[in-house]
Nanobody, 124 residues
């Protein structure tokens, strides 16, 4: 069983940056494609970014390209999400997820394990 624990969320102001971390345990982390999703109040959970098992391929929601960067450190079983130039509309609970196979990285159904989420609040 894979456990995922997110950290790094908080309350920031418009234009600030945050770096989220997701620590994995209980599985072969370096084999898993990983993703970040977010869910704002009253909205569906949406795709943010994904990264291949090696880190060689990254994918982003079109609206977030250029501001968010996903990366991973397989030696530390951790995936990161660097978020720059934050906006109030980025306010959400951010979740990391692990997939057991490659596939539709933008789809929630592709992922087998989820963390509990970390709150990001951007004030205007």
């Amino acid at each position: 069983q894979v456990q995922l624990v997110e950290s790094g969320g908080g309350l920031v102001q418009t234009g600030d940056s945050l770096r989220l971390s997701c620590a994995a345990s209980g599985g072969a982390f370096s084999n898993y494609p990983m993703g970040w999703f977010r869910q704002a109040p009253g909205k569906a959970r949406e795709f943010v970014a994904a990264i291949s098992w090696s880190g060689g391929n990254t994918y982003y929601a079109d609206s977030l390209k250029g501001r968010f960067t996903i990366s991973r450190d397989n030696a530390k079983n951790t995936v990161f999400l660097q978020m720059n130039s934050l906006k109030p509309e980025d306010t959400a609970v951010y979740y990391c997820a692990a997939a057991l196979r490659n596939g539709r990285h933008w789809s929630r159904s592709q992922y087998d394990y989820w963390g509990q989420g970390t709150q990001v609040t951007v004030s205007s």
